[in-house]
């Protein structure tokens, strides 16, 4: 249709989305074969069983139990690069012109994956996505926030030489929110900040959590976006910061939905962002498990809130102005 064809073309950007979750389970079956590991006894056994149960998550932390099983498939510096690969190619054709992606490094070094083996795998699946579909990207390093601080504290020491050289460009904090209050990871903000002042910081927040949860990522993280974000709607004063301070949030509508953060996408608070001009890109999250790329997120939200062309262009060029890459490369993108 008309419409699909104008939010194909919108140049998009996405802000928010792990690279463990493009894990289709077309290819989560063929890689626990090809590597030899073993799934639960209790796990759907093919990839239809698989997308139905991926069709009814009761909360995060269900999704959450799913995606870190997926991710023990993943052993080889290719199967790294495969995965990443097979995610810039299906968004090549969806408009996709700048990604900034997460991965999660501890979910594979607690396996014995090194951290090199896995950003390298990573890494080479972007350079090829710059050089094939001129899709520029920008690696981001989350951390697990479930897990112990200290050993938050040596995934980012060891990270060191990835982030003093700029082949990781940004940080995250991702996982179960609560009961992990962002107040707990200051000293690996700051760890990793030191290494280079160009990492650029960010962090979920108001997913799960309250407010606060935002409030305190940027007042003690340093975080200059926020990742979900949509409970800030809860708290006025914060609404008025994130305007005045050009704070983006990574909004994830069908996840929402999914994770039953909302019944449907239209409870979402974007229209309340449009009239306080809060900025906000679209997102996908974690496609391979909500049953959407970037495109259907924007037609979910286009289904519901409907939008003329200039709201429409007014997104995508906020998404453009809060992307982390250079002014160049933001000039290209409008
Ligand atoms: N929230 C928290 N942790 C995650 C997510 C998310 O949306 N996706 C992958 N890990
Ligand atoms: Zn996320």
Known sequence: SEVTAFLTELPKCEHHLHLEGTLEPELLFP????????????????????????NNFADLQDFLNYYYIGCNVLIKEDDFFDLAWEYFKKV???????????????????????????????????????????ISTKLIMCLLRHLPVEECLEIVASAKPLIESGVING??????????PPELFVECYELAKSYNDALQLTAHAGEEGGPDFVTNSLDLLGATRIDHGVRSVEDPELIKRLADQKIMLTVCPLSNVKLQVVKDVSELPLQEFLDNNVPFSINSDDPAYFGGYILQNYLELYSRFGWSKAVWEKIAKQSIEGSWCDAKRKEELL
């Open 31 to 54: 890689l626990a074969a090809r590597n030899g590991v073993e799934l639960p006894d209790t796990f759907p056994k093919n990839a239809d069983e698989l997308h139905e149960t991926y």
């Open 92 to 134: 090549s054709s969806q408009g996709l012109k700048h990604a900034e992606v997460f991965y999660d490094p501890q979910s594979h070094t607690s396996r014995g994956i090194s951290l090199k083996v896995v950003t390298r795998g990573f890494e080479r699946a972007c350079v090829k996505a710059q050089e094939e579909f001129n």
């Open 171 to 180: 940080l995250g904090l991702d996982s179960a929110e609560r009961p992990f």
